[in-house]
């Protein structure tokens, strides 16, 4: 009778090619679908994931911590604005981060332009739900300001860019605001307490007229008044026809024999259109808010 024994395996004896015919090209079929139905969309969210999460470092510091509903859903989504500081604790990025993952990032584009951020939420397009503001003030004496309104979207997509004043300098004219737009603007003392202001770009001008006792012993300085418009220091949103999607209104001064000297108020007006904000009128009101000149955009 012959002795049964177990084969003992040897590499060299064994059929690989059968083993990948039979064995493995099944199994290695069998794992892709699965993959496929199961784990794939998985895998991508947890990559995508991985990739957008917001990384915490001792340069990185928190300005603002909320639990808000962003996405118009019952949960609420955690969302907090930090400041990315150099060394020497100057900001050089914003960033808005929802649940751990960065979804706005607003690099500084001139060093030392904005030192302080905040973050605000409001309903500006009349969905109901609540879109994104970034305001960023510098620490000069002209209150500078920008502004940034994302819509909020689902999922690793990119949010909406409704708004953005990236350098409220832009708008800014004269020597004394380091712009070189006089070209543009044009503001001088015409006599009998009357300053002549125009818009050469617009075709907005008119007559702005100062009250004689503010200038009680000031008198002589009045010749010296010249072209100097500060940069945008404010933004109002507001509804005025109620249906719900918000104008937004920007604000700048126009300053006169000093910076505390207030000849005037220049304000742009903003609607939303195919998607984004765009300029519509221009409006300039003396220094009581009465509105003296307006033009269309």
Avoid at 11 to 32: D, E, H, R, T
Avoid at 61 to 75: F, T
Avoid at 215 to 222: D, N, Q, R
Wanted: hydrophobic residues 35%.
């Amino acid at each position: 009778m012959k002795k049964l024994y177990r084969k003992r395996f040897y590499p060299g004896n064994f059929n690989w090619k059968n083993f990948y015919v039979k064995v493995f090209i099944p199994f290695l079929a069998l794992s892709l679908l699965s993959g496929c139905t199961i784990n794939g969309t998985g895998s991508t969210k947890t990559e995508q994931s991985t990739k957008e999460k917001y990384i915490v470092t001792e340069n990185t510091h928190i300005l603002k911590s909320v639990e808000k509903n962003i996405l118009g859903d019952e949960a609420k989504e955690k969302v907090v604005l930090y400041a990315e500081q150099d060394k020497n604790g100057m900001p050089i990025a914003w960033s808005v981060v929802v649940d751990d993952v960065e979804k706005i990032k607003l690099p500084v584009k001139e060093e030392g332009l904005y030192s302080f951020a905040d973050l605000k939420f409001e309903d500006v397009d009349g969905d109901h739900k609540n879109e994104v503001l970034v305001y960023r003030q510098s620490s000069g004496s002209a209150g500078a300001m920008g502004l940034a309104i994302y819509k909020p979207q689902e999922g690793a997509g990119a949010w909406q860019l409704l708004f953005a004043i990236e350098d409220p300098f832009d708008y800014a004219s004269g020597s004394e605001t380091g712009q070189e737009n006089n070209a543009r603007f044009e503001v001088k003392y015409a006599g009998d307490y009357y300053v002549v202001f125009k818009d050469h770009q617009t075709g907005l001008k008119s007559t702005i007229p100062l009250a004689k006792e503010e200038y009680k012993g000031s008198e002589s300085l009045l010749q010296t008044i010249s072209t100097w418009i500060d940069p945008i220091i404010d933004y109002s949103l507001v509804d005025h026809d109620g249906n719900g999607v918000k104008e937004i209104i920007t604000l700048q001064r126009v300053i006169g024999i000093s910076h505390v000297d207030t000849l005037a108020l220049l304000k742009t007006t903003y609607q939303l259109k195919g998607g984004y904000y765009q300029a519509v009128s221009l409006t300039l009101y003396d220094n009581k808010d009465k509105p003296l000149a307006e033009v269309k955009l």
